[in-house]
């Protein structure tokens, strides 16, 4: 059975927008910098996975759970910047995050597989999918882009999926997922190059889960 986004995550995203609705424009300007600077190292990690394929698919939560992310139009930016295009393949409806626990189902998951053929990566910004044996048994990872996955509490100011860090290490393992971006300061990160604030700002509040680690 799947672990999907606690109770306990959820309560901590209803404290994180009544912490923005108390906030002044500084103290607010300084909780969207984070979200911000994890969706131009994402476009960084996904343009590598992409390579000479200029194209990057993306799984996005549905209209329900608000507008475009403060990460996902970073990343945007950062893409087109860089020559890539962004293909909306999945808009997934997750559930509602203050009512259940929300989640990227396998069905969603595997349809946006199969309408990422041409692209160089897939990047979820509805966390990773939630896949039982027989699920995990019909993907081979040779056969599909790169995934990389957004497993964060807040994408900025709407909710993302935290996943549990046992499944996210489980669909790693299996090659089903080349990265996931957790919460969490990065104590083994190398110092960012001088004037990388992006890069700094990144691994003070998040890290990437690889296969190696």
């Known amino acids: 059975m799947p672990l999907l986004l606690s109770r306990k995550t959820a309560c901590g995203f209803a404290a994180l927008l009544l912490a923005f609705a108390g906030c002044g424009s500084k103290e607010t300007r300084a909780l969207?910098?984070?979200?911000?600077?994890?969706?131009?190292?994402?476009?960084?990690?996904?343009?590598?996975?992409?390579?000479?394929?200029?194209?990057?698919?993306v799984i996005l939560p549905d209209a329900s759970w608000g507008p475009s992310s403060i990460a996902e139009d970073a990343f945007r930016a950062a893409m087109k910047k860089q020559g890539f295009s962004v293909l909306d393949v999945k808009v997934a409806d997750?559930?509602?995050p203050m009512r259940?626990?929300?989640?990227?189902?396998?069905?969603?998951?595997?349809e946006a597989l199969d309408k990422s053929a041409g692209a160089g990566a897939v990047v979820s910004f509805a966390g990773a999918p939630l896949l039982q044996q027989g699920d995990?048994?019909?993907?081979?990872?040779?056969?599909?882009?790169?995934?990389?996955?957004?497993?964060?509490?807040?994408?900025?100011?709407?909710?993302?999926?935290?996943?549990?860090?046992?499944?996210?290490?489980?669909?790693?393992?299996?090659?089903?997922?080349?990265l996931a971006i957790v919460d969490g300061a990065d104590t083994s990160a190398p110092p960012a190059a001088k004037g990388d604030a992006d890069s700094e700002l990144f691994a003070q509040n998040y890290r990437i889960l690889r296969r190696s680690n």
Request: hydrophobic share 50%.
């Open 136 to 178: 995990a048994a019909r993907l081979r990872p040779e056969q599909h882009p790169p995934v990389l996955v957004v497993a964060t509490m807040t994408l900025g100011t709407v909710p993302g999926v935290a996943n549990d860090r046992v499944l996210l290490a489980s669909l790693l393992e299996a090659g089903i997922i080349q």
């Open 94 to 96: 997750l559930g509602d």
């Open 32 to 57: 969207l910098q984070p979200p911000q600077a994890l969706g131009l190292v994402l476009a960084d990690e996904a343009a590598r996975a992409a390579g000479a394929k200029k194209q990057v698919a």
């Open 100 to 110: 259940s626990r929300p989640g990227l189902k396998a069905a969603d998951f595997i």
